[in-house]
């Protein structure tokens, strides 16, 4: 066990390293040049040369990687050069949004696939696992930037329930917050309903099947309960693996969604430093990203080795 | 009181003021709907099961004795499966029950042990759970109670230190405990009927011998009957008052215990029995398997289901299927050249002359001495009651 | 992480999912059928070939658009703005006039050309690959399993966002190159982790005991076994390729403006209130997207279902 956490730790810290040099990289080896992209019109040699040393562009490479390790190590993410907010507050003001969109959206997709997989699972290839399978089949052909729009126009639009853009933060109240949360978030779920579905009633049917659900049966136990305290428990760790999967991918497909509904989150603030030319803005940003997302899948995996009984002991 | 309780609507007398038999099963089938075909996994199967009472159930792998477990419980899946006969459970129909209504007599008046411990018991759940959960959400009991009789229940199975074995996941356990740990789920709630399935398949003969002790024990005291199935002949030989054997899904022959060792009848019981070797057979004595393979359930041979390996076989056995009849108190079998009787052996000594190839197995008989094979009609007529059978020659497949 | 470990029975999840909103990859990394049908010994099915009949007549439109005689899907014809379907123009119109049948089928070569090209490039490299380290091991596998490893700890989109940032000006060329380079790890673990299963097959040892050498082991023996389902993860791929796409169009960070892409036509369609004056811009590509995705899924599915019931049955 002791043995794995270290395998898995030195792995991650190897990721962490790679992913932050390939990130400082970025803009150094690609071709093009960030200043002329910054000065833009005030394009001229002494102003460049003048940037370069402000930026430290002139020293060798490993010099400047060395300086801006230390400096993230720090907490310094640097400037904005449009907004020149500091890079790290940016991403505290948006983090906090993606978080809920992930979590609302997670919630709505469990609440929906789950027992919709369990009633399916129950009685497979009957009339309702046909239709909710085809119908969450179709769910994997509604990519977010096809159906997002598809749910403004009916829920926002026509029907005028919730915002079609625009965030109302905590700060003003659970209610408006939680609306303005909600089309996103359904949004971001969709995708996430198919695969929870799929994943688990394939891994329940297999399970159903077990001997020791038979058993189960012979001791007169109901069929709910059997179901939740029996099955979906060795079902729950395809589950899981698919959260940590499904979650890691929200960050960002959340892009998406924060463009068209105008959130002010991470995804929205790294797509405007794109438009903009803010180099800095987005290799602190794409930096966290990457590491949320690695961080996560790695924390995933280590929680389902710890929690099957049947892996640990191996 | 658990919200998952559903109390029971059936009343079931005592054990002690019950009439008539505890089991009976009459003219049970069970067929599953395959891509082959229909497969009859039991056919008419008829048995009787008083209380206090063990029937054997004995039959090699496929004869469908762990389908006739589950068809008499009401324990099979949902689709592709068709059942017809009857099941009667102190005088209630269990056939005629919905799963609601059978899940009130699974666990508390009729229980089942499973072949495989390893398999039957949930990997990721500790065994005090395993034990408990029928305890509390059947018998109603609190966490203490139902802890106290679970511990009660692990040492009352010959299990050491059941305080710390709770907490244990099955996978921690060795496979004669495990064994011990399915019985004591199984006796939990105290059931009038236990179904054992193969219980001592797979472990140890000495741990076989103290699983099979302990199921003794646990009827006795509770004055349970049981239904022990096996492929072990050794198994039912001291432990059951009255044995059935199964082939191909039907029984071939049933008697109690003494009867069927001592004066059997069915061909196939005398193959069984022949082929369990001896301490006492000398060193180098070959083994006497029975040739061949059970028929393929989808599309059985018409005729006795065992012909094709039968030594005894006539031309009547392969057109007509024998029915049961009887040979004294409670002896039935099924078949038309009995073992020990004159029809059967001359049966046999035809069949050797005519060089067919089970009779010379049989007799432990090498072809070469066999003699020549004989020409013409054979001289063998069946005893059979029913039917004038067939007289035709009885020229066997050759040497 | 993405890990080659069962997880729980019959439930590989070494399918990584591309994080793009659909992950239609991660759904089918279970061994079932959507609808359990066995598969009847004749064929693939009728929807199957419906489906391929559909996709290839797609590609055929694409590839000869130039030559159908198609209004050109830049130009605006004033006299009729924002037209519903009609006789002059069969989808109708945009708000500047364009046509949106070209629009569509113009815009659906790049959707085209970035789902297909990429996952033929990763099948045939990483592929080979995967086919060469899954069945040799050693040294090649661990590094080759490494890189591919850190690669795709990187989330997708984000990778590409930030590449194409810094890889201005983006083109056709750049964007197929940049998912080339995503699509070939993922496809490298895929086709390995399928070659291992089949490399300690009995026919393998068979083949390797009577003196055949590696390449003809690799080609004559495993290849025809891999091929199903390497061609099943394959559409899986384009799929995602043709949602990623998507997604960075909608974005506004695929091609540029005025090349039409199907994602920047649902952008365009979306915004600016034109969805509840012209729900149409938004409407076909969004109808296009969704049967592409659709009969993709569905043949990946098939292929999928017809080749593990023979696996069952061996």
């Not at chain 2, 229940?153 to 996978?171: K, M, N, T």
């Amino acid at each position: 066990m002791l043995r794995y956490a270290g395998t898995r730790l030195v792995q991650l810290v190897v990721i962490t390293f790679l992913i932050s040099v390939f990130t400082f990289l970025l803009v150094h080896l690609l071709p093009g040049d960030p200043t002329v992209a910054i000065l833009g019109p005030n394009d001229t040699p002494t102003a460049r040369a003048e940037l370069l040393r402000q930026l430290g562009l002139n020293k060798p490479l490993v010099d400047q990687y060395g300086t801006w390790l230390v400096n993230v190590l720090h907490g310094n993410l640097g400037q904005s050069f449009t907004t020149k907010q500091e890079v790290t507050n940016a991403l505290g003001e948006g983090a906090p949004i993606d978080l809920e969109l992930i979590v609302v959206s997670q919630v709505i997709a469990l609440v929906v696939a789950l027992p919709l997989a369990m009633v399916a699972a129950l009685r497979p290839n009957r009339v309702f696992d046909r239709a909710a399978t085809t119908s969450t089949f179709g769910l994997l052909a509604l990519p977010t930037f096809v159906i997002a729009p598809i749910l403004v126009l009916v829920v926002a639009v026509k029907i005028h329930v919730f915002p079609a853009t625009g965030w109302d933060s905590l700060s003003e109240g659970i209610g408006p917050n939680l609306k303005s949360a909600i089309l996103p978030s359904i949004c971001l779920a969709f995708g996430s309903i198919a695969v929870y579905y799929r994943l688990l009633r394939a891994d329940l049917i297999a399970t159903l099947q077990e001997d020791y659900v038979t058993m189960a049966r012979s001791k007169g136990l109901s069929t709910r309960y059997i179901l939740l305290r029996h099955a979906l428990r060795p079902s729950s760790f395809t589950l899981l693996a698919a959260a940590g999967l499904v979650i890691g991918g929200l960050f960002t497909s959340a892009f998406i969604v924060e463009v068209l509904f105008a959130l002010p989150g991470i995804g929205y603030l790294l797509v405007q430093a794109i438009y903009s030319d803010d180099y800095l803005m987005v290799q602190g940003m794409a930096l966290v990203a990457a590491m949320a997302f690695v961080v996560i899948n790695f924390g995933v995996d280590f929680v389902l080795t710890l929690l099957d009984p049947r892996v640990r002991r191996a | 009181m658990s919200p998952w309780r559903r109390s029971p609507t059936l009343q079931f007398p005592d054990v002690g003021s019950l009439e008539g038999p505890l089991l009976e099963t009459v003219d049970l089938c069970t067929s599953f709907r395959t891509p082959r075909g229909l497969v009859r996994a039991v056919e008419s199967v008829s048995l009787s099961l008083q209380r206090g009472r063990t029937l054997g159930v004995v039959g090699e792998s496929g004869s469908g004795k762990t389908v006739l477990t589950r068809s008499i419980m009401g324990l099979l899946p949902g689709s592709n499966v068709e059942r017809t006969g009857t099941v009667r459970f102190a005088g209630h129909d269990l056939t005629a029950m919905s799963q609601a209504e059978l899940r009130a007599v699974w666990g508390m008046q009729v229980a089942l042990v499973f072949q495989d411990p390893m398999t039957a018991l949930n990997p990721v759940v500790r065994i005090d759970r395993q034990i408990t959960e029928s305890l509390r959400l059947r018998a109603g009991l609190d966490r203490g109670a139902a802890r106290d009789t679970a511990v009660a229940l692990l040492r009352s199975v010959g299990i050491p230190d059941p305080e710390r074995r709770l907490r244990a996941y099955p996978h921690e356990l060795s496979g004669g405990m495990r064994q011990r740990v399915m019985i004591a789920i199984a006796l939990a709630c105290g059931p009038k009927l236990l179904l054992a399935d193969e219980p001592t398949t797979g472990l140890d003969v000495t741990v076989q011998a103290q699983i099979l002790d302990l199921l003794a024990t646990q009827q006795r005291e509770r004055a349970m009957g049981m239904v022990l199935v096996t492929h072990d002949l050794g198994v039912v030989a001291t432990r059951t008052d009255d044995i059935a054997v199964m082939y191909a899904g039907r029984i071939v022959e049933r008697a109690p215990t003494s009867m069927l060792f001592a004066h059997t009848r069915m061909p196939y019981t005398e193959a069984l029995l022949r082929s369990i070797p001896r301490l006492s057979d000398p060193p180098g004595t070959r083994l006497r398997s029975i040739p061949g393979r059970p028929p393929d359930l989808a599309s059985p041979p018409p005729g006795c289901r065992f012909a094709p390996r039968c030594p005894y076989v006539q031309d009547q056995c392969r057109a007509e299927e024998p029915p049961l009849r009887t040979a004294g108190q409670d002896h039935v079998f099924r078949c038309w050249y009995p073992v020990g009787s004159d029809e059967g052996e001359q049966a046999l000594a035809h069949n050797v002359a005519a060089r067919v190839p089970a009779a010379l197995a049989f007799t432990g008989t090498r072809v070469r001495d066999a003699g020549p094979a004989p020409v013409g009609p054979g001289p063998v007529s069946p005893a059979a009651p029913a039917g004038p059978g067939g007289h035709g020659a009885a020229t066997g497949t050759g040497s | 992480m993405p890990d080659d470990r069962v997880r729980s029975p019959g439930v590989p999840v070494e399918v990584v999912a591309a994080d793009t909103g659909t992950a239609g990859a991660l759904a089918f990394g279970t061994g079932l059928a959507p609808t359990g049908r066995r598969a009847r010994r004749g064929g693939l099915g009728p929807v199957f070939w419906v489906c391929m009949a559909w996709v290839l007549l797609m590609v055929f439109l694409a590839v000869f658009a130039s030559m159908l005689h198609l209004t050109s899907p830049t130009a605006q014809d004033y006299s009729a703005v924002n037209a519903g379907p009609g006789l002059h123009h069969l989808l109708g119109t945009d708000d500047l006039g364009r046509d949106l049948l070209s629009r569509v089928v113009y815009g659906s070569r790049v959707s085209l050309v970035i789902g297909f090209a990429p996952i033929g490039i990763g099948l045939v490299v990483g592929g080979g690959l995967g086919l060469l380290a899954g069945y040799r091991g050693g040294a090649v596998d661990t590094t080759v399993n490494a890189v591919a490893f850190v690669i795709l700890a990187y989330p997708a989109l984000l990778a590409v966002i930030v590449v194409e940032e810094f890889w201005k000006p983006t083109s056709l060329l750049k964007l197929t190159v940049i998912f080339a380079v995503i699509a070939t790890p993922l496809l490298f673990r895929v086709i390995r982790a399928t070659t291992l299963a089949f490399a300690s097959r009995e026919f393998v040892v068979a083949a390797r005991s009577m003196g055949a050498r590696t390449g003809r082991i690799l080609v004559r023996e495993l290849l025809p076994n891999i091929l199903p389902s390497a061609i099943s993860f394959g559409l899986i791929g384009v799929a995602t390729a043709i949602v990623l796409e998507g997604s960075l169009a909608f974005l506004g960070l695929s091609i540029a403006l005025p090349t039409p892409s199907l994602g920047n036509i649902i952008n365009e369609g979306a915004n600016n209130n034109l969805l509840a004056i012209n729900p149409y811009i938004a409407l076909w590509p969004a109808l296009y997207v969704f049967l592409m995705l659709t009969a993709l899924n569905l043949m990946a599915d098939r292929l999928r279902s017809y080749f593990d019931v023979r696996e069952a049955r061996l």
